[in-house]
T-cell receptor
């Protein structure tokens, strides 16, 4: 079946530190992969996506590369800011249909 | 373009009552999915509607039901509420075509069951 396993949180970093949030998946075929971000009191916002192997999604300084060989889609940012404090969700979209599978979310707090 | 709109934003109900939540998708989007988000279980898929038909369903009891109207607006109903139904209910819409796999989320309806 389809599933996403995400790094447990919470994660606390100092401003300008390097961020990595690990995400691995199990799926049939070649799913699309996503990172969503949820700020307090809000819904989820798409952060970036990749639709095929070796694709790199990027947005707002965040990057993630679709690695078919390791079934991973790790989120990285070179220098985090206080405003990046949020919960991050890794997700996959099944090859057929429109169902999404989400990881459990990783809470990130960036301190000045 | 207006985003996904969920109403109401907050609800307080008591055990045994029933509740209806509403979701208006982005204009032109025909698929609407519903999720339950709780601290313990994370995001769990409830169901997806496309062109007024339920296309996918998650592993929730029959007390959870939904429907979609011809204008793509969707409602979710929970009957005989239990304390454990307290959660943030999120709706997401998506569109066929090149970006068909991107789901756009509303801000959610926070349901508290007392």
């Amino acid at each position: 079946g389809n599933s996403v396993t995400q790094m447990e949180g919470p994660v606390t970093l100092s401003e300008e530190a390097f961020l990595t949030i690990n995400c691995t998946y199990t799926a049939t075929g070649y799913p699309s992969l996503f990172w969503y971000v949820q700020y307090p009191g809000e819904g989820l916002q798409l952060l970036l996506k990749a639709t095929k192997a070796d694709d790199k999604g990027s947005n707002k300084g965040f990057e993630a590369t679709y690695r078919k060989e390791t079934t991973s889609f790790h989120l990285e940012k070179g220098s985090v800011q206080v405003s990046d404090s949020a919960v991050y969700f890794c997700a996959l979209s099944a090859v057929t249909g429109n169902q999404f599978y989400f990881g459990t979310g990783t809470s990130l707090t960036v301190i000045p | 373009k207006a985003g996904v709109t969920q109403t109401p934003r907050y609800l307080i109900k008591t055990r045994g009552q029933q509740v209806t939540l509403s979701c208006s998708p982005i204009s032109g989007h025909r698929s609407v999915s519903w999720y339950q988000q709780t601290p313990g279980q994370g995001l769990q898929f409830l169901f997806e509607y496309f062109s007024e038909t339920q296309r996918n369903k998650g592993n929730f009891p029959g007390r959870f039901s939904g429907r979609q109207f011809s204008n793509s607006r969707s409602e979710m109903n929970v009957s005989t509420l239990e304390l454990g139904d307290s959660a943030l209910y999120l709706c997401a819409s998506s569109s066929p075509g090149q970006s068909k796999n991107i789901q756009y989320f509303g801000a959610g309806t926070r349901l508290s069951v007392l």
